[in-house]
């Protein structure tokens, strides 16, 4: 079982900032795919990124250029830097993990079915 607290979220203008973190307890997070997803009022969840034990990560179209994810496995945290943030990022942020093999990429990570769940942390961004 896999345990993931995000925290980090908050309130920021057009074009501003914001990093999001996200602590995962439980075995080793080495063999996870861990990613981000968010979901906006009124729509689907949809994947941001994700990123590999081996920290091979991608991200998704909207977000690219903007968005960068990385992973600490010593610390077994996530993080998520959100930069150039436009108003329609405004969405809850969750945290995701599923069992993976070290080396399977972050595109593979980026489309996977993810098992566990942390609570998800708000993100507002004001125009």
């Known amino acids: 079982q896999v345990q993931l607290v995000e925290s980090g979220g908050g309130s920021v203008q057009a074009g501003g900032s914001l990093t999001l973190s996200c602590r995962a307890s439980?075995?080793?997070?080495?063999?996870?795919?861990m990613g981000w997803f968010r979901q906006a009022p009124g729509k689907e969840r949809e994947v941001v990124a994700a990123?590999?034990?081996?920290?091979?990560?991608a991200v998704a179209d909207s977000v690219e250029g903007r968005f960068n994810i990385d992973r600490d496995n010593a610390k077994n945290t996530l993080v998520l830097q959100m930069s150039s943030l436009k108003p329609e990022d405004t969405a809850v942020y969750y945290c995701?993990?599923?069992?993976?093999?070290?080396?399977?990429?972050?595109?593979?990570?980026?489309?996977?079915?993810?098992?566990?769940w942390g609570q998800g942390t708000q993100v507002t961004v004001s125009s």
């Open positions: 990123i590999d034990g081996s920290r091979s990560y």
């Open positions: 439980g075995p080793s997070s080495v063999n996870l795919c």
């Open positions: 995701a993990a599923t069992r993976a093999a070290l080396f399977r990429g972050g595109t593979y990570c980026l489309r996977a079915e993810y098992t566990y």
